[in-house]
């Protein structure tokens, strides 16, 4: 269980890796960018075309046609991260080739 400071009521923070909790927090520390999402929904055996993300302003009339996790039923647009975890093994394997 976490300490909580007594007067707040609130979770004491640990200041020494403040740096590292914030990473953790948003996204987990990984920060992708959209040549990575586009590489790897070309190479991704699960892509899934989700037709709701497809005509948002993330994607402009230049990707039609382009696949992209941002355009995937697998990508979760809030947490930015891959629903089915494939991403970071397919972005590896397109670090080998």
């Known amino acids: 269980m976490q300490e909580e400071n007594t007067f707040t009521n609130s979770p004491v923070i640990d200041a ?3 740096e590292e909790q914030i990473k953790n927090y ?5 920060m992708v960018n959209k ?3 586009r590489a790897v929904g070309e ?3 699960d892509f899934s075309l989700d037709e709701s993300l497809y005509r948002t302003p993330t994607m402009s009339i230049n990707d039609a046609g382009v696949k992209s996790c941002e355009i ?3 990508w979760d647009v809030f947490n930015q991260k891959c629903k089915i ?3 970071d093994d397919v972005l590896s394997s397109l670090d080998q080739s």
């Open 16 to 18: 020494t890796n403040i």
């Open 26 to 30: 948003i996204g987990g520390g990984k």
């Open 35 to 37: 040549d990575q999402l």
């Open 43 to 45: 190479r991704c055996s």
């Open 72 to 74: 995937c039923r697998h």
């Open 85 to 87: 975890d494939v991403f």
